[in-house]
Nanobody, 127 residues
Framework: QLPLVESGGGSVQPGGSLRLSCTTS????????IGWFRQAPGKGREEVSC????????IYADFVKGRFTISRDTAKNMVWLQMNSLKPEDTAVYYC????????????????????WGQGTQVTVSS
């Protein structure tokens, strides 16, 4: 597995939106389940959302449900994370990674299955 490349982060005011992208070269992302994770200052890394390989099933952490949307762009070999109604507590470095998206696993179990981490992209929500 290879580390994926994240982009699209930035600074926004509370209530604003950002769209993060996840891509790589040499791999077809449609062939993998992909997860988005984040790590806030002084906190552990946590799963935000994931999308399965086969049927596009998605899972969202409770703290982003209704605000974030994960999706695939097959033509561009990308996975997006649309983030709306951002809150200061969403401030973190966001990472995408090849990771399982099985509902039979806990979020922590899915996180521990990640083999490679990229550099991440910083998201700052502040007034």
């Amino acid at each position: 597995q290879l580390p994926l490349v994240e982009s699209g982060g930035g600074s926004v005011q509370p209530g604003g939106s950002l769209r993060l992208s996840c891509t790589t070269s040499g791999l077809t992302l449609d062939n993998y389940a992909i997860g988005w994770f984040r790590q806030a200052p002084g906190k552990g890394r946590e799963e935000v959302s994931c999308i399965s390989r086969s049927d596009g099933h998605t899972i969202y952490a409770d703290f982003v449900k209704g605000r974030f949307t994960i999706s695939r762009d097959t033509a561009k070999n990308m996975v997006w994370l649309q983030m709306n109604s951002l809150k200061p507590e969403d401030t973190a470095v966001y990472y995408c990674a090849i990771a399982p998206c099985a509902a039979t696993m806990t979020a922590i179990q899915r996180l521990y299955m990640v083999g490679y981490w990229g550099q991440g992209t910083q998201v700052t929500v502040s007034s």
